[in-house]
């Protein structure tokens, strides 16, 4: 059984600032991913979300409760603890199904709560210490970029899965095709500002 979180409301009166820039572009960058991974499974039933294509690979289910667990297991306690808990059952994430869609995305919510709950309360002057993986030494701004890597791996494996079950009904996340000119005319349309890429995405 996995430790509850922390929950992040305990720290939402900090100022993001404070974070330094690598930190809160991060944080950014895991809330786009959760968000295109939320899109993509909306548009899917229960039995979308549990079918496989092919005997070799996971259904978007197996790939929802790895990343949970993967989340879960190296985010609890994260600087203190070894990001593979002895609680996890790695092997069962790509085994276990969900009995319907509302678990399937508690299991989610759980593990990206987990995540957030670890992250936000971070500042600049945490990202030399040393967190282990399996034994293996990483600062805590090469683990975060390890996850992120993961996560967003993952998530494309999400995306991809639920365009193909879609077909032609599948609602893109991104710029549709034929879009190009239209949104690079908007863009060029506007005066130069330096913010963050993920700000103002739908």
Known sequence: MSPSPRNPEDHKDRDPRDR??????????????????????????????????????????????????????????????DGEKPWRNREKEFEEAYPDKASLMADWEKGWSCVFAALEPLRESDLPTIVYIRNEGHTVLEAIQRQLAHYASHVGQIIYQAKVIKGSQFQSLSIPRGGSAGFNEEKFGQEKTRRHFTDGLK
Not at 48 to 75: K, Q, T, Y
């Open 20 to 81: 330094g820039n690598f930190l809160e572009s991060s944080i950014k960058l895991f809330r786009t991913y959760r968000s295109l991974g939320e899109k993509a499974m909306a548009q899917l039933s229960h039995e979308e979300l549990l079918r496989r294509p092919n005997d070799e690979s996971n259904s978007i289910a197996h790939i929802v409760h790895h990343l949970s667990g993967n989340m879960l297991s190296r985010f609890t306690d994260f600087t203190t603890t």
